[in-house]
């Protein structure tokens, strides 16, 4: 993540000269905001785009679409109700995991200097039953993922960053995974399928890796490669000699490595990896069985884009992928992209409480009916935790 305090019109101008040739080009863009199929997608007709106009203001400063309510969880350095643990400040990366009871555990890391990660676990009706801590000793905890067995991925975004692997329960020991990298982790995504782990690097000039753990699915040891991507979006996997980056940074070992401006949210969905890169407002889509890679959102090709500096990503259980925007403004807000390719806002946070605020952690609970996400830097730099309820496309009935 970023404290840059770029503001939305003067970072669009700055970029859209440029930008406007990349990728499908102006025109390809300007036809998915408008919903103009013959330019947008060559699919079926689309089923709708996004969930209809924001609407003013709740309590919590959240615009929301109708039929969708917020409520607040979390506050940093407040006491979660029903627990005795102070929630952490800046809420970053995020993920929630299904308990035997029919409740689920989210869990949050914190992107401040003292590190580590915190969980909320819900019961079955949706409330709170306690709040704990899941790992400690570790610094700038920033995004991270969820794997298929139920544990999760805390990246540390530091120049010696590595991977945790946490408990949600909190009742085993966090392990550090040295063989993933040392680096300034931001994101991982788990393919079950491919047997691999894919990670972003939060720099200007950083690298996209893999990491093919020797035994799946554990962790410990394996071969981290990094992405050399050519003209045409094919891609080459070049080992990392040195995962430890003592001589050299890992993004420096292997000459010809492609170079992804700021690659934070990372998920992985039906054999795609995609891929948001703040600095130019991309989100990229990897396909993992023809080894491509493919710009499928370019926020610097028009001035009619809805979203710019793109985050923290997830997908819903409709198919749908939520965009966090990481931006000083007035505004700033959580997109949705559908199969489609055509985006739309969905959610905003504004007023002062909001100031210079940027949002993280978006995640769906098991039932795909709730979506968490922090306002990070909320009510003076503490942050928020959110749950949007309501009629999500996809969403499991009880």
């Not at 669009?12 to 930008?19: F, I, K, N, P």
């Not at 699919?43 to 203001?57: E, S």
């Not at 990491?211 to 554990?218: G, H, I, L, Q, V």
């Not at 430890?244 to 010809?256: A, E």
Request: with cysteine; glycine share 12%; charged share 25%.
């Amino acid at each position: 993540m970023s404290d840059h305090a770029y503001r939305r019109r003067e970072f669009v101008e700055a970029g859209v000269g440029a930008a406007a040739g990349l990728a499908f080009g102006a025109a390809f863009w300007r036809g998915a905001f408008a919903g103009d199929t013959s330019v947008a997608s060559a699919g079926p007709p689309p089923r709708g785009t996004g969930y209809g106009p924001m609407g003013t203001p709740d309590e919590n400063g959240i615009r929301l679409p109708d039929g969708f309510r917020a409520r607040r969880v979390a506050r940093g350095q407040q006491i979660v109700p029903g627990s005795d643990y102070r929630w952490h400040i800046a809420s970053d990366g995020a993920a929630t995991f299904p308990t035997r009871d029919g409740g689920w555990i989210l869990v949050s890391n914190c992107e401040d200097f003292e590190g580590g990660a915190g969980a909320l676990r819900f019961g079955s009706d949706g409330e709170i039953r306690d709040a704990y801590r899941i790992l400690d000793g570790t610094t700038q905890n920033c995004a991270g993922g969820p794997t298929p067995w139920g544990t999760w991925l805390s990246c540390e975004e530091a120049q010696e960053g590595r991977v945790w692997e946490c408990d949600p329960t909190g009742r085993r020991t966090a392990r550090v995974h040295d063989a993933m990298g040392v680096f300034k982790h931001e994101a991982a995504a788990v393919d079950p399928r491919g047997r691999r782990v894919y990670l972003t690097e939060d720099l200007e000039n950083g690298a996209f890796y893999r990491f093919t753990p020797r035994r799946w699915p554990r962790l410990e040891e394996g071969l981290l490669e990094l992405a050399k991507v050519a003209r045409d979006g094919s891609v080459e996997w070049a080992e990392v000699p040195d995962p430890s980056g003592r001589r050299s940074s890992t993004r420096d070992q292997v000459p010809g490595a492609t170079e992804f401006r700021r690659a934070e949210g990372v998920w992985f969905d039906s054999d795609t990896v995609y891929v948001a890169t703040t600095d130019d407002s991309k989100i990229h889509a990897y396909d993992t069985r023809r080894a491509r890679f493919e710009v499928i959102y370019d926020g610097l090709a028009t001035r009619e884009a809805p979203l710019v500096r793109v985050d923290n990503i997830t997908a819903s259980r409709g198919g749908e992928l939520f965009v966090c925007e990481d931006i000083a403004a007035d505004e700033v807000h959580l997109g949705v992209m559908t199969r489609y390719r055509e985006v739309s806002r969905f959610l905003a946070v504004t007023g002062p409480n909001h100031d210079r605020s940027e949002l993280t952690g978006v995640a769906f609970d098991p039932s795909g009916s709730r979506l968490y996400l922090s306002s990070q830097r909320a009510h003076c730099l503490m942050g928020e935790v959110y749950e949007i309820s309501g009629p999500f496309r996809g969403r499991l009935r009880s």
